[in-house]
């Protein structure tokens, strides 16, 4: 390793807050990438399998298109 | 006959039902490569690279800087490429990739500028500088938000893809601008590190831990293109017959 211990790994010789907070932001920006499409997905298959069980269960009248677009709003 | 077998396999390929299928089983694999890779690499790079002769420690954010401007710019390609793609043979899943592409291109370009103000400070004096390379950065940051804004401005989801499409390809302009802008215009900014033509600039120890983050980006970024397509997927074709059929499997197993 270059640098002796953990303080001076995060000081860096006086550039660690910029190299620590560019870790830091880039970290999350990517993490987020990842956890916002899984977060869309679950949401995605909740609101289809609610639609399901509504048809499944006769509360509502109709074609699939008007359950839907009910579940939709 | 062959004719027609090549266009089964292409009109294949641009099923998003495909496409959802194909892709569950490689999303494990992908994450552990992609994550073994960002990790060793930022490590090395962060504790174990030699620091640089002038600029010390503050090049380490090279690790981050680099990876994700050559993504967010080569992520450009790809989405204007789908847009062209989904406008000639209109396949919907291409313009699913496309949409994808111009969020995880936005995200990319901005780590590329914010990680490019926090090196600037410490070897420039300023957080910001109207210089070619990062102006013409700029506005490659507000053709992908304007890609993403336009989408909007249609009630319409098929004018939507047509309209963003378009404005893709309009933008690709800018593209070999910021690859030249180190060299047309004096700039601040270095010139680049890594060229195809020639060996690096740089010392094989502090090369080594920026190939690996390179890999990395490349292998998150197509974890991050498949899952926001497969999420797309999901929403766009929530009334087709294999969508329900799936969910209802989804939920016999719980």
């Known amino acids: ?73 | 006959m062959k004719l027609n077998r090549q266009w089964t396999w292409f009109h294949r390929l641009g099923s998003p039902r495909w496409f959802y299928q194909k892709t569950q089983c490689w999303l494990p694999w992908l994450g552990a490569i992609a994550a073994i890779l960002l990790v060793t690499g930022l490590v090395w790079g962060l504790a174990f690279a030699p620091p640089d002769a002038r600029q010390g420690n503050s090049f380490r954010i090279i690790y981050l800087h680099v990876p994700a401007s050559f993504l967010a710019l080569a992520g450009y390609y790809l989405m204007a490429i789908a847009g062209a793609v989904g406008l000639i043979w209109r396949i919907k899943l291409s313009f699913m990739l496309m949409k994808s592409a111009a969020t995880i291109g936005a995200a990319l370009t901005f780590i590329a500028l914010f990680t490019g103000a926090v090196w600037g400070k410490p070897t420039w004096g300023a957080y910001w500088v109207w210089d070619a390379r990062i102006t013409s950065m700029l506005i490659l940051l507000f053709l992908y938000l304007g890609m993403l804004v336009l989408r909007h401005a249609f009630t319409n989801h098929e004018s939507a893809n047509k309209a963003s499409a378009i404005l893709g390809l309009v933008g690709t302009v800018n593209v070999p601008i910021i690859y030249k802008s180190v060299d047309w215009w004096q700039t601040l900014h270095q010139p680049a590190t890594i060229k195809l033509t020639s060996a690096p600039s740089m010392h094989p120890d502090m090369f080594a831990p920026l190939l690996v983050m390179i890999l990395g980006f490349y292998c998150f970024y197509a974890l991050a293109l498949i899952l926001f397509t497969r999420a797309e997927i999901l929403e766009r074709e929530r009334r087709a017959s294999w969508v329900r059929e799936l969910v209802a499997e989804k939920q016999g197993g719980l």
């Open chain 1, 1 to 73: 390793m270059q640098f002796d211990n953990v303080q001076q790994l995060l000081v860096m010789d006086g550039h660690g807050v910029y190299v620590w907070s560019a870790v830091f932001v880039s970290v999350c920006v990517l993490i987020g990438l990842i956890i916002r499409p899984l977060r869309q997905h679950r949401r995605a298959i909740k609101k289809i399998a609610r639609e399901l069980n509504l048809k499944k269960t006769g509360k509502l009248t109709g074609n699939s298109q008007e359950a839907s677009d009910a579940s939709n709003t």
